[in-house]
């Protein structure tokens, strides 16, 4: 699982990365794969919260609410790109849910040792 989980998100990405620099000079088909790299980035955050809760790495709590987060985080930069209405918005409230996981994660660990 980790060495696909590396190249998963490798090529997740570059999609996003592609899509970014096609997207700000205006070439053809920027928004298309910023649309596909987005996507792709969804299934892996489902993908990997599946494989953290079901090793139970990390308890279901944390990784819903880290996986809301990095939806809206995610959801709030493309908002912004395209110039929609309501970006920061989800990228504020996005940062504002991602502290809980983490504090979450410290004490989860913290306790662990």
Known sequence: MKKSSKIFGAITSLV???GF???SNHWPGGILTLAAGTLLAIVFLFIFGH??????LLPTWIIILGIIALLLILMGVFFKLFHWPGGTANLCFGAIVYIIPVIGYIIHTARKK
């Open 16 to 18: 996003l990365v592609i």
């Open 21 to 23: 620099v096609f997207r």
């Open 51 to 56: 494989y953290l809760r079901k090793n139970g």
